[in-house]
């Protein structure tokens, strides 16, 4: 399921497609023109500014595009836990 008008992505570094695409194949977080959201791979044969979603198989022309986010670690998601039992 993509992810409508999300504001807190909206907030990261989006690239624009026409300004550059990824060098690299691989997943990438991808904006479509009706904004929205979805992780799409990157792959040579699908052409310059496409993506095919993980989710869904459909190969998608895109407006903007991000590298992944790295996942959280087990240590930060200790200590925000923590900070929500206020435990010390």
């Known amino acids: 399921m993509a992810i409508t008008s999300c504001k807190r992505i ?3 570094n989006w690239i624009k497609a026409e300004d550059r695409m990824p060098k690299a194949d ?10 929205d959201v979805f992780v799409g791979y ?5 052409g310059e500014d496409k ?4 989710e869904t198989d459909r190969v998608r022309k895109v407006s903007h595009w991000m590298p992944l986010p790295d ?5 930060e998601e200790l200590e925000k ?6 435990y010390e």
């Open 10 to 12: 909206i907030t990261m």
């Open 51 to 54: 993506f095919k979603s993980l």
């Open 81 to 86: 836990m923590k900070e929500r039992l206020n």
């Open 26 to 35: 691989g997943a990438y977080l991808c904006v479509y023109w009706n904004n």
């Open 71 to 75: 996942p959280p670690s087990q240590k």
């Open 42 to 46: 990157r792959f040579p044969s699908l």
